[in-house]
């Protein structure tokens, strides 16, 4: 089965733009659809809108024969029973799924890791050949824990994660693409080394922050009562996400991965000298 013509949606996140370059380098012919995104890609088609409109979504995936799905900050288990519904009155022939490295059903008492793992279930029960990808840590999220300037932590954060560069991971996802073998297929995606948060973040300030910054580990009831007093929603909402993350390990093998896809080989310091 050859794949040529591919809807991504949710292309105007972070690590959306690093899949679009590989999908465009590599002479695809792309829809990229979110609620605003730049048209950065003039050989492809841009269309704005919501993924929970009905028309909005067929305009988004009609013509395409795969689609790729990289969601953030929404319903996203209703988002994708969306997509499945119009990916199988379209003739879709493949959906890939970013995930997350942690999810798996004994997760799933965390709403988010829930809404990730029902997803999956969906897209693998839909009939249609799917890839699943659960990658590490972006280390295009390192300058998220900059805040005025000021390098913070959520809570201590002791486990070590395996971060991933997302160009590495939009090269593992287009030669997926490029070969029916790898589809029906759960991907782990982990990055050449292991470091915990702190550990990674000290290696970004050291390159791009120009003074001796150090990292404040900012304690979870501190960050509780702040949340209370400003009624920060946002702030409220995330704070059980890095509790889930201070005491769950990343789970899987990459050996699927190694073997269908390549091995990811950026490593931090390579990503900031280049970034």
């Known amino acids: 089965m050859i794949i040529k013509k591919v809807s991504i949606l949710g292309a105007s996140g972070m690590v959306a733009q690093k899949t679009i370059q590989a999908f465009d380098n590599a002479g695809f012919q792309l829809k990229l659809f979110a609620r605003s995104v730049e048209a950065k890609y003039p050989n492809q088609t841009v269309i704005k809108g919501d993924v929970f409109n009905y028309k909005d979504l067929e305009s988004a995936i009609k013509g395409s024969e795969a689609i790729h799905i990289t969601l953030r900050k929404l319903d996203e288990f209703g988002a994708v029973t969306r997509i499945v519904e119009v990916a199988k009155t379209n003739n879709v ?7 997350g490295a942690t999810v798996i059903k004994e997760n799933s008492w965390l709403p988010f890791i829930e809404a990730k793992y029902k ?6 029960a839909s009939g249609i050949p799917y890839m699943i990808f659960r990658p590490s840590w972006f280390m295009e999220s390192l300058p ?3 805040q005025d300037g000021k390098p913070k932590i959520m809570g201590k954060q002791p486990l070590k994660l395996q971060w991933i560069a997302s160009e590495d991971f939009g090269k593992l996802l287009v030669n997926g693409y490029q070969n029916s073998d790898c589809f029906n297929r759960e991907y782990n995606v982990f990055g050449p080394e292991a470091l915990t948060l702190n550990e990674a973040l000290e290696k970004y300030i050291k390159v791009k922050l120009s003074d001796n910054s150090r990292i404040t580990n900012t304690p979870f009831w501190l960050l509780k009562i702040i949340a209370f007093v400003s009624r920060n929603k946002q702030l409220n909402q995330t704070i059980p996400l890095f509790e889930f993350f201070e005491k769950t390990k990343e789970v899987g093998s990459p050996d699927t991965v190694n073997r269908f896809l390549g091995k990811p080989n950026t490593t931090l310091q390579q990503w900031l000298a280049s970034n």
């Open 119 to 124: 997803s999956e279930q969906l897209i693998k």
């Open 93 to 99: 022939k493949l959906i890939s799924y970013v995930s």
């Open 144 to 146: 998220l824990m900059i």
